[in-house]
């Protein structure tokens, strides 16, 4: 009698210990799958912002070149496409009307195709396959980001807080000896090098990078960043489960 009393206490344990694990393992899981998708939008939207400005300056042939020599610094083919091709749904539309990049990810395929509306032009798209992310398409985003601050000239700071909203890590202006770089590193900014700044920690959390980038003036720099890894278990998922 006692050992059925002990099985039937100690076995409904392990059973609610069992439920209560696997309703957290499946939390976890649909938390992240949507924190990993704003992750990627949100690492996307920027750059890909600066690709539709820059492809909403110019017109017909002149837009398709542009493209051409983008997708060469971004090692991705890029095209402009209509929005019926792609079946947009009522949310990836107004993401898009918003600025915001879309990704969607097929991972059996090991690639991502992503999309940004090109500004003023009627329903039209940027879109481009991603099979990987290199260090040449992070300073390409620096190349973009140059080639947009040009447009400015004496307002280089005002437009770059005016793109922040575009971008899930910070955008500065600083003058170069501000930004913690090296004798090397300082050395290949003035000679008109984008310089990608690691900073390894213990796990994702502390781990990150900056791409700086020099200002005409020689003086100043763009820093974008720190961009950290995807943080799989953050404190505050834990602190939940």
């Known amino acids: 009698m006692p050992s059925s009393i002990f099985i039937r206490i100690y076995g409904g344990l392990l059973l609610v210990i069992t439920a209560v694990a696997l309703c957290a393992y499946f939390f976890v899981q649909e938390v992240n799958g949507q924190r990993a998708i704003a992750y990627r939008e949100g690492m ?10 820059g492809a909403s300056r110019k017109e017909g042939d002149a837009r398709l070149t542009w493209l051409a020599e983008a997708g060469k610094l971004m090692d991705s083919p890029l095209a402009v496409v209509p929005p019926d091709r792609e079946q947009f749904n009522d949310d990836e539309l107004e993401r898009l009307g918003q600025g915001k990049a879309i990704v969607r990810l097929y991972e059996e395929q090991n690639y991502a195709d992503i999309y940004s509306r090109i500004p003023g032009a009627s329903e039209l798209y940027i879109k481009t396959r991603m099979v990987k992310v290199s260090e040449q398409q992070a300073k390409a ?6 080639e947009e601050l040009e447009q400015y000239p004496g307002r280089e700071e005002r ?16 003058p170069i000896d501000k930004v913690g770089l090296d004798r090397d590193q300082q050395a290949r900014v003035r000679r008109n090098e984008v310089v990608l700044v690691l900073k390894e920690g213990a796990g994702t959390r502390n781990s990150s990078v900056r791409i700086v980038a020099p200002l005409p003036d020689g003086e100043r720099v763009l820093v974008l960043g720190p961009m950290y890894l995807f943080d799989w278990m953050p404190v505050q998922l834990v602190i939940m489960v």
């Open 44 to 53: 996307a939207t920027g750059v890909f912002r600066l690709i539709a400005l």
């Open 159 to 174: 437009r770059a807080r005016d793109l922040q909203r575009y971008f899930s890590y910070p955008l500065n202006i600083l």
């Open 141 to 146: 985003m620096a190349v973009f980001f140059l």
